[in-house]
């Protein structure tokens, strides 16, 4: 399974009505504009991945925030508590707010989705990209390590060690088409939402 796939079949499938209702989006709408989004946010993320430091941060914000949350309960989405975690969450992956505008308007260039109504999306959609990294982390054992003591240093250490294997499969799992790239990941995303 990969990101796509996890985020789609949140609360049982109906994420992408939830999505859609919170900001007036019709579902193939919301098809279209997490099409759009979802590859900037996993490349985000897998640029965080790219060096220790930067994932070290995402680590220590995969430990310590309750993300799988979004994935369990898509519902949250919409509670101001949820938004402002996601705008958090852009901040680390996108690097701030006018990075977010520009994915934003990249996405409503290629939609013709309001821009608005996508500025809304993204902090939802980051909340969800995130929570299935959580997931992710989880069942790979890179969490377990992280709350068994030692702290993020010693995950960073056991990860380098065993040449990364955890990791690893964390970054496939960002990687739609198993090409060790999500650059090419946009067209083929969109490709299989319509």
Not at 84 to 111: C, F, M, P, Y
């Amino acid at each position: 399974m990969n990101i796509l796939n996890q985020i789609l079949g949140a609360g049982n499938g109906q994420v992408l009505d939830r999505l859609g209702g919170q900001v007036g989006l019709d579902r193939q709408q919301t098809q279209s504009a997490l099409g759009s989004l979802l590859p900037a946010l996993t490349g985000g993320i897998k640029r965080n991945m790219s060096n220790e430091e930067e994932l070290g941060s995402l680590l220590s914000a995969l430990g310590r925030g309750n993300h799988q949350r979004y994935i369990d309960e898509p519902e949250r989405l919409g509670d101001q508590a949820s938004i402002d975690d996601g705008n958090g969450i852009l901040g680390h992956i996108l690097g701030g707010k006018e990075q977010s505008r520009q994915v934003a308007a990249q996405a409503a260039q290629s939609t013709g989705l309001d821009i608005g109504a996508l500025k809304k999306m993204l902090p939802m959609i980051a909340g969800l990209a995130m929570g299935s990294v959580s997931k992710q982390a989880s069942s790979s054992g890179i969490l377990n390590q992280m709350q068994g003591g030692g702290g993020i240093g010693d995950v960073l250490s056991k990860l380098s060690s065993n040449g990364g294997s955890q990791l690893g499969g964390l970054a496939s799992f960002l990687d739609f088409d198993g090409d060790g790239s999500v650059a090419d990941d946009v067209l083929g995303l969109a490709k299989k939402l319509f």
